[in-house]
């Protein structure tokens, strides 16, 4: 039965081409609009999900109200990391980040400006996921005027990745020792640099002030804390550090400036969150907007339909065509479900080709549509392992859905009707 509902299936495409082309075209143009916003999607979906503890990673934000100023932070003081890790029980890590702009590098006699520099904490490699290539994780940043780079930027001075121990030169006075090199950090996360410098070689990052908010500030959890519980301690953390300070600073308390309709408040957003839900001061990079997703997702999925129902509405217009068919079919005996099984074949002959030709339509469109986007969407094997079976999925469900109303409208006709042209 199969083998002659594909047979048959063939010859009916062929015999009508501008139809099939027709159809063909429409649903390949729909798909292949749609793969590319599913790329996008994707891709804005998995920022930060290549490092392994990203369920446990949080960043500390701090919401300031003074003076009738209301301001959200991406920042907090440079104390706080330390306290965090010492006064909650449930923080297994903690490091901070402080961008300070960046330095002019010297190549023989060049100088290049490279701004992609960043101030790190050793603790950066047990946090987070960065795989070195040369050098050792745990001393890598430990000392001062030591740096660690990516391997784009050791190829770039020293035409090597084999660069530990040599010397990159800042703003022609400043010398660090290269003491790690690590794998380039992947475009899907929230910050993304090419020199981290030791963060004992700031001055800055002694500082004991809590009322100075300057270092962008990450805490592991430890398996099974809840972030909640640690939110919730944050208020009595605030009192014990920032309160004498702003006392001194200010002359009012915790509770008077919290009386006067104020507040200096800790909390918490989840690192797989960061791109897509957040836009506070002081941002280690440009993040994105969840709402875009949300629009993008819909336009995807009324593009498919609108695809399907012009898919439905070209295959019904054409019934008229078929009809006598259908009539002698049913008077040779042929069950109603044999022909429903024959209208749904074609159907998913069509989305089959119709998908084929949307993946390399889409695949020929994609640097085009990086340059609109300002992305850099790539067909990697992760995604082509859940794009395979996903495209399978669609040409089933698609296939079926959309064969669906022409296979049950033509397949109900009444023989003699069709027979004597009363249809």
């Known amino acids: 039965m199969i083998k002659n509902c594909l047979k048959t299936a063939f010859r009916n495409l062929l015999k009508n081409k501008g139809f099939t082309a027709i159809n063909v075209l429409g649903l390949a143009l729909g798909l292949a609009t749609c793969l590319l916003i599913v790329f996008y999607v994707f891709d804005e979906l998995s920022y930060d999900r290549f490092n392994i503890k990203a369920d446990r990673i949080y960043r500390v934000n701090n919401d300031i109200k003074f003076g009738g100023n209301e301001n959200s932070y991406a920042v907090s003081p440079a104390p706080a990391a330390a306290a965090f890790l010492n006064d909650l029980p449930e923080v297994e890590q903690a490091v901070r980040f402080r961008d300070r702009g960046g330095m002019q590098v010297k190549k023989g006699n060049e100088r290049i400006m490279e701004r992609r520099m960043v101030y790190a904490d050793p603790t950066m490699f047990s946090v987070f996921t960065f795989p070195m290539i040369a050098g050792d994780p745990a001393t890598a940043l430990k000392n001062p005027r030591s740096v660690v780079i990516n391997e784009t930027t050791a190829k770039k001075y020293f035409n090597t990745t084999n660069a530990v121990g040599k010397t990159l030169t800042f703003n022609d006075s400043l010398l660090y020792k290269v003491t790690g090199v690590i794998k380039d950090i992947p475009k899907q996360a929230h910050f993304n640099f090419d020199f981290f410098l030791s963060m004992e070689s ?75 839900h957040s836009n506070r001061v002081a941002e280690l990079g440009a993040n994105g907007n969840i709402q875009y997703v949300y629009i993008f997702s819909a336009i995807a999925i009324f593009i498919l339909l609108i695809a399907c129902v012009n898919f439905m509405n070209l295959s019904t217009a054409r019934s008229s065509n078929r009809a006598r068919e259908v009539g002698v079919r049913k008077v040779l005996g042929s069950p109603r479900k044999y022909l429903i099984a024959q209208f749904l074949t074609e159907s998913i002959l069509i989305t089959l080709l119709g998908t084929l030709i949307a993946v390399f339509a889409a695949w020929a469109m994609l640097p085009l549509f990086n340059q609109m986007s300002g992305k850099e969407l790539v067909v990697t094997p992760q995604i082509f392992g859940w794009l395979a079976p996903a495209l399978v999925l669609i040409i089933i469900v698609i296939g079926c859905l959309a064969g669906s109303y022409p296979a049950l409208f033509l397949s109900g006709f009444q023989p003699i009707q069709v027979l004597t042209g009363k249809v």
């Open 202 to 276: 700031l001055p800055e990052s002694k500082n004991g002030s809590w009322v100075s908010n300057n270092f962008v500030t990450y805490i592991l959890l430890k398996k099974g804390a809840s972030p909640k519980e640690v939110e919730a301690k944050f208020p009595a953390l605030a009192k014990r550090y920032v309160g004498p300070q702003l006392q001194a600073v200010v002359h009012l308390t915790m509770d008077a400036l919290e009386k006067g309709g104020n507040y200096f408040r800790f909390s918490l957003i989840p690192l797989k969150d960061i791109h897509l």
